[in-house]
């Protein structure tokens, strides 16, 4: 027994990574005093973390060390010290220790539910407090995991410092009188957003009003609205509040998803000749970065320098569910049941304006063509349809403003998260080292998280196929936050996944796996995760056996047969990721086909290289390359 192991850590030492090409750098690896352990072998080195769920757990940590209190997770409550956790840690052999913040257990630690979070990551306070544990953790030989360079938590320190802030812009299709100019438009205003970081106030931050006319495209959801056509209107608007019209959490709750109704109304500017339609836009500030801003990069780094001054070392970063802000419902923030936000900081609509043209530099007007399903002013059936707005008659214009949507969504998705691995990388050169964030992207998948019709008989079986029963995919939330794009978010996730398989449905998931294997080809660390959880554990055993067969996150075991590499397969389909451009309703899935890997145009562009009549890719050659849509 003792030779065994002897072997297998000699093959760990020597043997991983032989043949992982030009994607795993030498310097990934960890390294003891006796060995080293190339990453994806080094996941397999335990840590022990401290999940907080409000504020006073961290204050006391960090005041008293050695006091024990309740960091439980659920009913049961788990009495400890920080001393008491770095012990344990350092009894079991990690080198790290995870701190970090997740509102989503507050559902079982219900006496944290009406206090709202006040310290964030980029705060001055929160720092100090974090240099007070990581000292505590040093004197224990343990380095910090901690949820730093999340998107979804940066941006109270930000506004401070730069005087900047995020901007979403809600749209909401209405009705104008074109003699009179009399429209009238109500829609919910957004308040305040949970998600698992805490709730985040909304500030109110104006209105636009944009008048135009429409004509219906032949027997087609499409209506022709030209972009020359859109007259802002904006001095005519008045707002008016019902105040006794509320949904979600209580007025006065410092917590939890609120929105209150509002009317948007005005007249006038009959001059403007027969426009009978109007955009109203409500804008909102939030508490998250302009992550197009000049000064996004600097603050970054210089928010890292800061953890390093007040005595952080890091070995990973908590960076689960990467996306800026955004409530974490599944089916509120609509209006007439569409998701009717999106992020519109200053800095984006320069940098877009810049990119594609200069008329987009005031980018609200062409929120008409990001509009579906909002036609229900009509008096007729189409009234429930999902119209959509073209910029004019020919295909090509159908197909330019599909572009539009695209070149918007690829530009925010690829922007933060180009953002957020140079801030990672800098944290690497600052280390010394690599900086472990093991992670998946998005809160909520597709299809595991699409809306279907099926009340009477269980909704699980039927999100996997497009059925009549299918009616929206969450794919255009997830977009529109920053997050669908599991592949962009490779460049920063090292060690990423996904989590297709929760709420406990797991037939046909397959598709998860086959998703994991794709993402490993591409990723720095060439092994990919296919969560699953909250099953019976007959259930988790049998799709445990999957995963390791299939190679994602295998047993150790496993991961020794293997190399810790992916099952292969030699066709290659390209992952539809512009369906949610095309049409908002569909996700970015087409079918649960699990024996093909995935991989969108870009990734395939920038990794792939033909020779010989076989494209590779990553660490997979491939004979045969599906376009599953274009």
């Known amino acids: 027994m003792i030779f065994f192991r002897i072997l297998v850590l000699m093959f760990i030492v020597f043997g991983s990574g032989l043949s992982q090409g030009r994607y795993l750098a030498a310097a990934e690896t960890y390294r003891t005093e006796m060995l080293a352990y190339p990453y994806p072998w080094s996941f397999q080195e335990p840590y022990s973390g401290i999940t907080l769920v409000g504020d006073s757990q961290l204050e006391q940590l960090a005041a008293n060390p050695d006091e024990p209190i309740n960091l439980s997770v659920s009913k049961t409550p788990q009495i400890y010290s920080l001393r008491q956790a770095c012990r344990q840690a350092e009894q079991r052999g990690s080198r790290t220790l995870s701190v970090a913040f997740d509102y989503f257990w507050v559902q079982y630690r219900r006496e944290f539910a009406d206090k709202p979070r006040l310290l964030w990551p980029d705060t001055s306070r929160y720092i100090e407090l974090i240099g007070k544990v990581a000292a505590v953790a040093k004197e224990h030989g343990l380095g910090m995991k901690l949820s730093v360079l999340s998107p979804l938590e940066i941006g109270h320190g930000y506004a401070d410092e730069?005087?900047?802030?995020?901007?979403?812009?809600?749209?909401?299709?209405?009705?104008?009188?074109?003699?009179?100019?009399?429209?009238?438009?109500?829609?919910?205003?957004?308040?305040?957003?949970?998600?698992?970081?805490?709730?985040?106030?909304?500030?109110?931050?104006?209105?636009?009003?944009?008048?135009?006319?429409?004509?219906?495209?032949?027997?087609?959801?499409?209506?022709?609205?030209?972009?020359?056509?859109?007259?802002?209107?904006?001095?005519?608007?008045?707002?008016?509040?019902?105040?006794?019209?509320?949904?979600?959490?209580?007025?006065?709750?410092?917590?939890?998803?609120?929105?209150?109704r509002v009317r948007i109304r005005g007249e006038g500017r009959s001059d403007i000749g027969n426009r009978d339609r109007v955009l109203v836009v409500q804008l909102y500030e939030t508490p998250e970065m302009d992550y197009f801003s000049e000064s996004a990069e600097g603050y970054l780094r210089g928010l890292i320098d800061r953890y390093i001054a007040?005595?952080?070392?890091?070995?990973?970063?908590?960076?689960?569910?990467?996306?800026?802000?955004?409530?974490?419902?599944?089916?509120?923030?609509?209006?007439?049941?569409?998701?009717?936000?999106?992020?519109?900081?200053?800095?984006?609509?320069?940098?877009?304006?810049?990119?594609?043209?200069?008329?987009?530099?005031?980018?609200?007007?062409?929120?008409?063509?990001?509009?579906?399903?909002?036609?229900?002013?009509?008096?007729?059936?189409?009234?429930?349809?999902?119209?959509?707005?073209?910029?004019?008659?020919?295909?090509?214009d159908i197909a330019r403003t599909a572009l539009l949507r695209s070149r918007y969504f690829d530009m925010l998705g690829d922007g933060v998260v180009e953002l957020f691995a140079g801030a990672k990388n800098y944290l690497e050169e600052k280390m010394g080292h690599p900086v472990k964030s093991q992670a998946h992207a998005t809160w909520a998948e597709s299809p595991t998280i699409d809306h279907v019709d099926a009340t009477e008989d269980g909704q699980w079986i039927w999100k996997y196929d497009y059925t009549p029963r299918f009616l929206a995919s969450n794919t255009v939330h997830q977009s529109a936050t920053a997050c669908s794009d599991y592949f962009k978010w490779c460049e920063f996730l090292h060690g990423t996944g996904n989590d297709t398989a929760e709420c406990g449905w797991l037939d046909r998931n397959y598709w998860g796996f086959s998703l994991a294997s794709s993402l490993g080809t591409i990723n720095?660390?060439?092994?990919?995760?296919?969560?699953?959880?909250?099953?019976?554990?007959?259930?988790?055993?049998?799709?445990?056996?999957?995963?390791?067969?299939?190679?994602?996150w295998p047993q150790w075991s496993y991961g020794l047969v293997q190399n810790m590499e992916h099952r292969k397969v030699d066709v290659l389909t390209l992952y539809p990721k512009d369906l949610v451009a095309w049409d908002e309703r569909f996700g970015s899935w087409m079918t649960q086909y699990a024996y093909t890997n995935y991989m969108p145009q870009a990734q395939v562009l920038e990794f792939g290289e033909v020779k010989d009549g076989v494209l590779k890719v990553g660490s997979v050659s491939y004979t045969t390359l599906v376009a599953a849509f274009e």
């Open 310 to 396: 007040a005595g952080v070392h890091f070995n990973a970063l908590y960076a689960d569910e990467m996306h800026i802000q955004g409530d974490w419902g599944y089916s509120r923030h609509h209006d007439h049941g569409e998701f009717a936000l999106r992020y519109v900081s200053p800095g984006f609509a320069k940098q877009f304006a810049k990119a594609y043209g200069p008329e987009y530099e005031d980018f609200a007007k062409w929120l008409v063509y990001f509009c579906r399903g909002q036609n229900d002013t009509v008096n007729n059936l189409t009234a429930k349809s999902g119209a959509m707005h073209v910029m004019g008659d020919s295909p090509r």
């Open 162 to 260: 730069t005087g900047e802030c995020g901007r979403w812009m809600h749209y909401r299709k209405g009705l104008r009188d074109p003699k009179t100019g009399n429209y009238s438009v109500q829609l919910w205003r957004q308040l305040a957003w949970t998600n698992n970081k805490g709730t985040v106030n909304l500030k109110d931050a104006g209105v636009r009003v944009f008048a135009f006319r429409e004509r219906r495209l032949h027997n087609t959801p499409y209506y022709v609205v030209k972009p020359e056509d859109i007259v802002d209107i904006s001095e005519t608007a008045k707002v008016q509040v019902f105040d006794g019209l509320r949904r979600g959490a209580a007025p006065n709750s410092p917590v939890g998803y609120r929105a209150v």
């Open 524 to 552: 720095r660390v060439r092994n990919a995760y296919a969560a699953h959880w909250g099953m019976p554990r007959e259930v988790h055993d049998r799709r445990s056996a999957l995963k390791d067969a299939w190679g994602t």
